[in-house]
């Protein structure tokens, strides 16, 4: 039997890259179309990654929609799966396999490995060799064996689940994942990791299953993508593997530079907190009987933000939620004078959701804007109003004003409590996003709200808007390519720097290229073990391929009517927290209930650094976590950003005691510092210098219940060095503007900071054995102070008239 192999040289060289030659190949892909499957090896350590991985497909027959019984859908239809065997693949052009199935169709799958040929790439070509079009509606890139040397019983798995599914480290040889799939083999002596899952989206959601040895990825949608006899469907949809990346932490972080390039997402940051008006009145959370959740109410929120002056420390948004759940709502209309026309009777309750003076989306935001805030508003992009249904039928799947979803052949009540319960609204098909004259509507939509100023949208229910039973105008379309559309046309609209955020939304991560956030959690006002470990497991991906929102956070009281009350200690562990695992901070309760010490804990974590930096659950892959178990000692409660080599931010929560060893291999729990220097430690909420420690000991922390703990840790130098500062929590990330460096010829120490006007500023300084002489600012004043019980520290504090960057010189 003749093998095809096809190293990394071969491979680039067919697709035009550089090479120097064989010597430098990390990985070899051997093409076996004998055996119906391929094969992926480690060159250096001259191991298997995958053994035997075959591929396949499902098809569906193709259905008209007039050849729909009104009872049924079109996705009731018997689908077909096969799967290579041998005899039954061949080579295709650059090293392609192609799977044929006899009178139904050839799968051919791309190979690529990048010029650093450090992972590998698939991608998927599908020709309809049938004389009747057909449904492709999955295929299978990989189904076989992954890294069979490695013990099992040292696995650890980590799914890469969107919206609420769960993210949770495993001990376990078995798990299924959207997106994206984690397998760590946890051998101190030889650990290895393996990262499958979707590059990029175009037709397709993407699946990882681990059962034991086996590795099986796959795209699917429930519609599938038509492909017509004789036609070849080219797919932009690709995976990923990697199976070099030994370090858990790092091989994830690179799947998500690699996606991000991949897919072109350049994230916009929430530097700034939101603040939410349904929140502020909703009964069962805020219950605050001044809010109004209106367009004059969120006016007048805005007001407070700024009498409160907090706009000198970051910009505020300020969220309007419109949302009726009556048979006829805002929904689908999205235009004033429905805002205009509707309100809510239950719960957060307000007669009109637009009144006069700001009866219209332009003045309420233009106000906003001219406060110092940014508006945001809400859209429900899958809930019908049966007016709109009425009035636009061909704007419906199935162009009919309402196609009933039946269970078991019967009408069914909505399942949301509002809608179904209180108002008797039966479950229907919604929007169809691939409508030419629905798309147009939306397309107007989106520019009227940009015309008028909104910088904001939050699309929530988001998974009425899959269409997981087709019935698109577009008949090529896939339930996933028209979901994606959704945000794609709001985009395109909107422009880059408008904020959209996808709540929760079907699991997928198909819309990351158009989002800015994704909620990870229901409706809450708390900081509690689940919601957090479910948005911390997503580190790799949060600020770099979204920014992850926990929902609604309290300052002041948490719970149903806000009836448990919050410490300061607990106060600022939310804020830690939200700063430390998410890219957003959402709050639930009016700034005129904040007083001077709530609003500067909220000001120490504002802006949120705009940058990829995100905090590694340092101690997940030290657990020994069951599958069913979900105690809170199996969680993590050790965070690191790492900033550089000789810098960490390091956040400590959930526990009373913490041993964190400094030095060793960060899979197990460690910071990775290097053993033989020694660290400055300073403890941001306390304000105390911790102590200096050897990189080779194990920092031992004791903390009070409910307290996060965030301390900056910085190698000591051979002169004066900043080790702290008092305006922000990450203590000079996002404050010093230009980093403090020593000038060892005129002994000096400068750095550049944004400073607060009219609230003292400091940087505190480890002098490391030399002598201070003074300070300078430049038009600041600068004072600089030794602690008299700490000799070894210095204080600079520099205070201006106003806002302004300053930059400073420390003497010595």
Not at 71 to 79: A, F, G, L, R
Not at 263 to 286: D, E, N, Q
Not at 390 to 416: A, C, E, T
Request: hydrophobic fraction near 35%; charged fraction near 25%; include cysteine.
């Amino acid at each position: 039997m003749k093998l095809k192999v096809i190293t990394a040289s071969l491979l680039l060289a067919l697709h035009g890259g550089l090479w120097a030659g064989d010597a430098g190949a990390k990985l070899e892909l051997r093409l076996q179309p004998e055996q119906g499957a391929y094969a992926l090896d480690d060159v250096k350590r001259g191991e298997a990654i995958l053994q035997g991985a075959k591929i396949g497909f499902e098809v569906a027959p193709y259905v008209e929609l007039a050849e729909v019984a009104p009872d049924k859908t079109e996705i009731e239809t018997e689908t077909k799966e096969y799967a290579s065997s041998p005899g039954t693949c061949r080579l295709g052009d650059a090293g392609r396999l192609i799977f044929r199935e006899e009178g139904v169709g050839e799968l051919e799958i791309r190979f690529t490995l990048p010029p650093e040929a450090a992972h590998l790439e698939m991608g998927f070509s599908f020709r309809n060799i049938g004389d009747k079009p057909v449904r492709l509606r999955k295929v299978t890139v990989t189904d076989g064996t992954f890294l069979p040397k490695p013990d099992r019983a040292s696995l650890r798995l980590l799914a890469g689940n969107s919206g609420a599914g769960t993210t949770k480290v495993v001990r376990s040889s078995k798990l299924n994942s959207e997106n994206n799939l984690l397998c760590f083999f946890a051998d101190r002596a030889a650990p290895r990791s393996l990262v499958a899952g979707a590059l990029t989206y175009a037709d397709f959601r993407k699946y990882v299953a681990i059962d034991n040895k086996r590795l099986t990825l796959s795209a699917r949608d429930p519609v599938g993508r038509r492909v017509d006899p004789g036609s070849r469907y080219e797919s932009a949809d690709r995976f990923y593997l990697d199976g070099l990346t030994d370090n858990p932490f790092e091989a994830l972080e690179r799947y998500a530079r690699v996606t991000a390039a991949a897919r072109g997402i350049k994230l916009h940051y929430y530097t700034m907190p939101s603040v939410c008006m349904w929140f502020l009145a909703v009964k069962h959370f805020g219950g605050d009987t001044v809010a109004e959740n209106s367009s004059v109410g969120a006016v007048a929120e805005m007001q407070r933000i700024a009498d409160s002056g907090f706009l000198k420390y970051s910009p505020v948004a300020v969220r309007l939620v419109p949302d009726n759940y009556e048979v006829n709502n805002e929904q689908g209309w999205w235009d004033d004078k429905h805002w205009q026309m509707h309100g809510r009777k239950e719960r957060c309750i307000v007669d009109h959701h637009y009144k006069a003076p700001y009866e219209t989306t332009e003045k309420w935001a233009r106000k906003v804007r001219e406060l110092g805030g940014i508006p945001i508003t809400y859209f429900q992009p899958g809930i019908r109003s049966e007016d709109y249904a009425k009035v636009f039928p061909g704007h419906m799947l199935y162009n009919q004003s309402q196609k009933l979803i039946l269970r078991n052949g019967q009408s069914v009540l909505d399942p949301h409590a509002i809608m179904g319960k209180i108002y008797g609204k039966l479950r229907a098909e919604s929007y169809d996003y691939t409508d030419p004259d629905f798309l147009a509507h939306w397309r107007e939509v989106n520019r009227n709200l940009k015309r008028d100023g909104v910088q904001g949208v939050f699309y929530d229910y988001p998974e009425y808007a899959f269409a997981a039973r087709g019935g698109q105008e577009d008949r090529y379309a896939t339930a996933t390519a028209a979901y994606r559309t959704l945000y794609r046309v709001a985009r395109e609209e909107l422009g880059k720097e408008v904020y959209l955020q996808e709540r929760i939304g079907p699991g997928s991560d198909a819309t990351l290229e158009f989002v800015n956030s994704v909620r990870t959690a229901g409706d809450n006002n708390v900081l509690n073990p689940d919601i957090l470990e479910l948005t911390a497991m997503r580190w790799y991906k949060n600020r770099r391929l979204t920014n992850y929102d926990m929902d609604g956070k309290a300052l002041l009281a948490t719970g149903s009517g806000n009836t448990k009350r919050l410490s300061p200690l607990q106060r600022r562990a939310v804020l830690t927290m939200s700063y430390a695992v998410t890219g957003r901070l959402l709050l639930t309760e009016s700034f005129r209930l904040f007083d001077k010490e709530v609003l500067h804990d909220l000001s120490r974590v504002f802006p949120f650094h705009a940058t990829p930096l995100s905090a590694r659950p340092l101690d997940a892959f030290a657990l020994t976590t069951e599958p069913s178990d979900s105690a809170a000692g199996s969680r993590p409660g050790v965070y690191d950003f790492g900033i550089s080599e000789d810098w960490h931010q390091l956040v400590l929560y959930g526990k009373k005691e913490f041993l964190v060893p400094l030095s060793g291999d960060t899979a197990f729990g460690t910071l990775g510092l290097k053993p033989g220097r020694e660290y400055h430690l300073y403890d941001f909420w306390n304000d105390a210098y911790v102590g200096k420690f050897r990189g080779d000991c194990t920092l031992q922390q004791e903390l009070a219940p409910g307290e996060a703990r965030m301390l900056s840790i910085h190698a000591v130098q051979n002169h004066p060095q900043w080790i702290s500062t008092d305006r922000h929590l990450m203590q000079g990330y996002v404050d010093l503007i230009k980093k403090p460096t020593w000038d060892a010829a005129r002994r000096t120490l400068s750095g550049t900071s944004a400073v607060v006007g009219h609230e003292p500023y400091r940087v505190t300084i480890a002098l490391n054995g030399a002598s201070p002489a003074g300070a300078d600012a430049k038009d600041a004043k600068a004072t600089l102070t030794v602690r008299k019980q700490q000799p070894e520290l210095a204080d600079l504090v520099i205070e201006a008239e106003k806002n302004k960057t300053v930059l400073w010189t420390v003497r010595f």
